[in-house]
């Protein structure tokens, strides 16, 4: 792939993770916008739970593993993540406020005896008697950390939808799709590189009698040293974009612009490269 199409592919799956990411925030925000009580499923069950408290008689069960369901039961059932056996030997998809937030609040566990509360309209939904009459505390601390667990899905599917094709500056993007200059730069040296990534690195290069400073973000295994050489592309003076390619690694980006050397400091606080 030439550089102008390696730029072209990443502008490209740049916009189209904005459009998705728009689009999932958006439809996220219109969905607890219109229905916020059916779109907070954890209000819902909770409700639903306190409902069955004032009609109906509490069972005992046993929470169960869902692999000794038998198949045609099983089918029936929603999309639980206990099961619990009641005494008449039917199965239902149990409901607590730790189900779902085991990391948070621990987990029923297989052989535990529960009393429950069971959905006339749906006998394979069952609540736990002990969740439904929880205290006021407990139960906001629930929905508190439904709500955020469902908040955080959206937006880390949005924060990875963005990163598509990010690895190109927006507005190097003009600049880097019909590059003016082709030229050759030595690397001068290698002034710093980041504490959390070793392939974003600060580098001073010389091209003819200019020295410029560079923020890049080099491919996977590609070590820049001092002697060796750049291929850049792009806008090649003070304030340009550019881009240099390596035939073994790949393409190296920017991060920033090139700065004539003397004329601005690094904008960079990384410790010194070894």
């Known amino acids: 792939m030439t550089a102008e199409e390696e730029v072209r592919s990443a502008f490209a799956a ?8 728009c689009v999932l925030v958006a439809g996220a925000t219109v969905y607890w916008a219109v229905d916020p009580f059916r779109a907070q499923s954890g209000l819902r069950d909770l409700r639903h739970a306190r409902d069955l408290v004032s009609t109906q008689e509490p069972q005992r069960a046993v929470v169960v593993d869902s692999e000794d ?17 009641l005494p ?77 094709g990010a690895r190109i500056p927006f507005r190097a993007y003009r600049a880097l799709r019909r590059p003016r200059d082709h030229v050759r730069a030595e690397v001068v040296a290698v002034m ?47 304030g340009g974009w550019v881009m240099a390619g390596d035939p073994d690694h790949g393409f190296a980006y920017p991060r920033t612009t090139l700065r004539k050397w003397g004329a601005a400091p690094s904008t960079r606080s990384w410790h010194p490269a070894v």
């Open 192 to 238: 710093s590189r980041a504490r959390r990534d070793e392939e974003r690195v600060t580098l001073r290069i010389r091209v003819g009698d200019d020295d410029y400073s560079w923020d890049a973000t080099l491919p996977p295994g590609c070590v820049p040293y001092v002697g060796g050489f750049l291929e850049l592309r792009g806008d090649v003076r003070d």
């Open 69 to 85: 369901v038998p198949a045609k039961e099983y089918e029936d059932l929603g999309w639980g993540i206990a099961v619990v056996r």
């Open 14 to 21: 740049r916009i189209i993770g904005i459009a998705l990411a």
């Open 88 to 164: 008449d030997g039917s199965y239902a998809d149990l409901w607590t406020m730790d189900v779902g937030f085991a990391v948070f609040f621990g987990a029923p566990e297989e052989g535990e005896r529960l009393t429950v509360l069971v959905d006339p309209k749906d006998p394979t939904w069952a609540a736990s008697v002990a969740d439904a009459d929880a205290s006021a505390l407990s139960q906001a601390r629930y929905l508190f950390v439904s709500f955020f667990l469902r908040l955080g899905l959206v937006l880390l599917v949005a924060r990875v939808l963005l990163t598509w």
